[in-house]
């Protein structure tokens, strides 16, 4: 490697700098007017550092190393392959322009700064390239995920709604009702399941002790399916209910029912029973020192 030619480029640096920041920012529209001249002359005194130390290496490595990080750089604020030519047309110019009155340089020197110029005019658009397709799928990921987290909202939001839906229709299937001071009536319909029983059973308590209710009628007329477990049910209902100083009085049950309880063997001893809504009413009123006249 000539020293004359690493003489040379050292001497000239800065004027070299300034030729080709200069030649870069002259042309309108490019990602160099983009980036103003402080960051175009880094760029450029980046890539004239990486040449010196190629041509005393006698290789390329270190320029192509500083144009793969400068693409990486600009390639997201715009840099396309107009900028490229530019850059490398720019900076063959400049170096010849640099060198030309120095006839000191032999043909190898030359030979070399040539080879290395076509490398980095080869390399920059297979960087670009390469650059630009990892932004494409980087930024295909993010609209992946965001979509994802879209379709995650919406199941979030739908699943709340559905278990806001099902907290209002548990609600209403457990109606209570004050029909009269101190007598709470409870219709049933459906299945008396182990999560409406326990509905029913928080939602009574809380009843009762707002209303001061000392009877509380279950009308089981509309439960579909009387057995043991809904017995069971019922029964813990009755104890929950006398632990707060009320009685629980159950109607409406068929006689089917009532042979379907004793086949079973469920004892309803303990529980007060009647035959329908009006008797288990009038049993209340009679509790409370009340009954039912014509006026």
């Known amino acids: 490697m000539s020293?004359?030619?690493l003489a040379r480029l050292d001497h000239s640096a800065d004027a070299l700098t300034q030729d080709l920041s200069s030649r870069l920012l002259s042309r309108a529209g490019t990602i160099f007017r983009a980036i103003g001249p402080d960051a175009t002359r880094d760029a450029v005194s980046r890539l004239l550092s990486a040449l010196r130390k190629d041509l005393a290496a006698e290789g390329d490595g270190e320029g192509r190393d500083v144009l793969?990080?400068?693409?990486?750089?600009?390639?997201?604020?715009?840099?396309?392959?107009?900028?490229?030519?530019?850059?490398?047309?720019?900076?063959?110019?400049?170096l010849l322009a640099a060198t030309a009155d120095t006839p000191d340089v032999d043909a190898g020197g030359r030979?070399?700064?040539?080879?290395?110029?076509?490398?980095?005019a080869l390399s920059g658009p297979m960087y670009l390239l390469v650059q630009r397709e990892r932004m494409f799928q980087e930024r295909t990921v993010?609209?992946?995920v965001r979509q994802m987290k879209a379709q995650l909202d919406e199941l979030q939001a739908a699943y709340a709604d559905k278990t806001r839906l099902l907290e209002q229709?548990?609600?209403?299937?457990?109606?209570?009702?004050?029909v009269h001071e101190g007598i709470l009536v409870v219709p049933l319909v459906g299945?008396?399941?182990?999560?409406?029983?326990q509905t029913l059973t928080e939602k009574l308590l809380d009843s009762i002790v707002a209303a001061q209710a000392r009877v509380v009628i279950v009308d089981v007329s509309g439960v579909g399916v009387f057995d043991a477990a809904t017995a069971g049910h019922v029964l813990d209902t009755a104890k929950a209910t006398?632990?707060?100083?009320?009685?629980?009085?159950?109607?409406?049950?068929?006689?089917a029912v009532a042979r379907t309880v004793l086949e079973l063997?469920?004892?309803?001893?303990?529980?007060?029973?009647?035959?329908?809504?009006a008797a288990g009413l009038a049993r209340a009123l009679g509790k409370l020192g009340l009954r039912i006249a014509r006026r």
Not at 242 to 255: K, M, Y
């Open 3 to 5: 020293a004359t030619l």
């Open 68 to 94: 793969a990080s400068l693409i990486e750089d600009l390639t997201p604020k715009g840099l396309g392959h107009y900028d490229l030519r530019l850059l490398t047309t720019s900076l063959r110019s400049a």
């Open 111 to 120: 030979g070399l700064v040539e080879s290395w110029l076509f490398q980095i």
């Open 142 to 144: 993010e609209i992946e």
């Open 169 to 178: 229709i548990r609600q209403a299937s457990t109606p209570i009702a004050t």
């Open 191 to 197: 299945i008396l399941d182990e999560n409406r029983a």
């Open 242 to 255: 006398r632990l707060l100083g009320a009685e629980l009085v159950l109607v409406g049950l068929s006689p």
């Open 265 to 277: 063997g469920v004892d309803l001893s303990g529980l007060s029973t009647q035959s329908s809504l």
